[in-house]
Structure formats: C-alpha cells, structure tokens
C-alpha cells in the first residue's frame, strides 16, 4: 500500500521552530519529487516547497522562503520540512504529497518535469500561537 | 506569479446533472502544466487531472479536463452522490505551484 505520513505538527509559539516528517512507504521513494503543501483552517490549499528525487533541487513560496527548508533522507525513505521564525499566518495542516514525476526542476521561474501530486498524506496541524 | 481565478465559488446540483467548473489563469499556463483536484471535508486532496487532460489513476471517465492558453474546464458529465466537494486548479509550471481557491459543487 502507497502511504504518505506526516509527524511532528503541534502548538509553537511565534519566532520558534518546528520540524515536520513524512515517512514514505510502498513505492520506491526516490523516484519522486514530493512536495509540502500547506491548509490553513478553513481555507484552500497553498503550495509551500518541493524537492527533487535526489534532493539536488529544492524551490519554495515566496511565503516561506528563508525560514521553511525542505530536505530528504532517501535511505530513511523520509521528508523532512524545518520550518524556522514562525508567524501565526503560518498555522495550517501540512500534507506531503508525492509528484507523479522524479526530476522537475525549474529554472528562471518556469518549472519542467513536474506532473502533479498523486498520493497524499493525511496531514499534520501546526498552530503558531502565543 | 501566476494568479488563478475559478468560477463559480459555489455550484448547486443535483445528482445526475452535469457540472462544469472554470480555471482562468492571469496569464499563458501550459496546458502541459494543469492540474486537477478534490477535496472532500477533513480528507486530504485527490488528484482527478494532470497535464489538462490525462486522468489520475482510478479516475472514473465522468472527469474531463480540457483548456489552453489562460481558460482551463473540470467537467464532470453526471454527478454521482460522492462527487459533492470541493475542486481545486493548480499550475505547476511556474516555481509558485499555485492553486486556484476552489469551486465547492454541493447539493441542490
């Protein structure tokens, strides 16, 4: 069975850190970029990072950028999000989700190889509150 | 950054009917580079369309995507009672992977 997992939301004060994992199971993990995408409570969905298959590239929302890292551990078949100086704007569940494609990879703006994210995990809520 | 606009908010329908959901994007998106997806409450999202087109695996054929340019179509040609959520466009062809704010299709 194809599963996606993620660990580590809970309740953090603004300016912390927390850090998230997606543990991957049943298809070859690193033969796909996956991604973090992102629910704020009643909202729709925000795209927020993904990686490479080989972690080789990595692109984020402008949101994020330079507090969120995404990295991997393809012999853990595992995903992790550090996400540094959070803001309660960034309360939401995060899910992981898989590409259908390995090797996307964008370059001045535009992306390429990419296909859309084909299994998800069931998400893990983080709340940034004082 | 791409920006995607989808209309309407809130369909209305019943079983059986057919629904048609629009994705306008603030410019050219690759046909290549649209996706598809539902989302039912407290579930995680499933991909219906890729590439503006191609089925996901599983994907019964009362889902169609068509478009091109800036003006993208989910179709759904007879709703079936697992069918009422809500449905997202994304472009994944820009380094933003923006999504659209979602179409929710309830029941009349």
């Known amino acids: 069975q194809v599963l996606l997992v993620e660990s580590g939301g809970g309740v953090v004060q603004p300016e912390r850190s927390l850090r998230l994992s997606c543990e991957a199971s049943g298809f070859t993990f690193n033969n796909h970029a996956i991604h973090w995408v992102r629910q704020a409570p009643g909202k729709g969905l925000e795209w927020v990072a993904v990686i490479s298959f080989d972690g080789s590239n990595k692109h984020y929302a402008d949101s994020v950028t330079g507090r969120f890292t995404i990295s991997r551990d393809n012999s853990k078949n595992t995903l992790y999000l550090q996400m540094n100086s959070l803001r309660p704007e960034d309360t939401a569940v995060y899910y992981c989700?898989?590409?259908?494609?390995?090797?996307?990879?964008?370059?001045?703006?535009?992306?390429?190889?990419?296909?859309?994210?084909?299994?998800w995990g069931q998400g893990t809520t983080v709340t940034v509150s004082s | 950054d791409i920006v995607l606009t989808q209309s309407p908010d809130t369909l209305s329908l019943s079983p059986g009917e057919g629904a048609t959901l629009s994705c306008r994007a603030s410019q050219s998106v690759s046909s290549s580079y649209v996706a598809w997806y539902q989302q039912k409450p407290g579930q995680a999202p499933r991909l219906l369309i890729y590439t503006g087109s191609r089925r996901a695996s599983g994907i019964p054929d009362r889902f169609s995507g068509s478009g091109s340019g800036t003006a993208f179509t989910l179709t759904i040609s007879r709703l079936e009672p697992e069918d009422f959520a809500v449905y997202y466009c994304q472009e994944y062809g820009t380094s933003q992977f923006t999504f659209g704010p979602g179409t929710k299709v309830d029941i009349k």
């Open positions: 989700a898989r590409d259908q494609g390995a090797s996307g990879y964008c370059s001045g703006g535009s992306c390429y190889g990419y296909y859309g994210m084909d299994v």
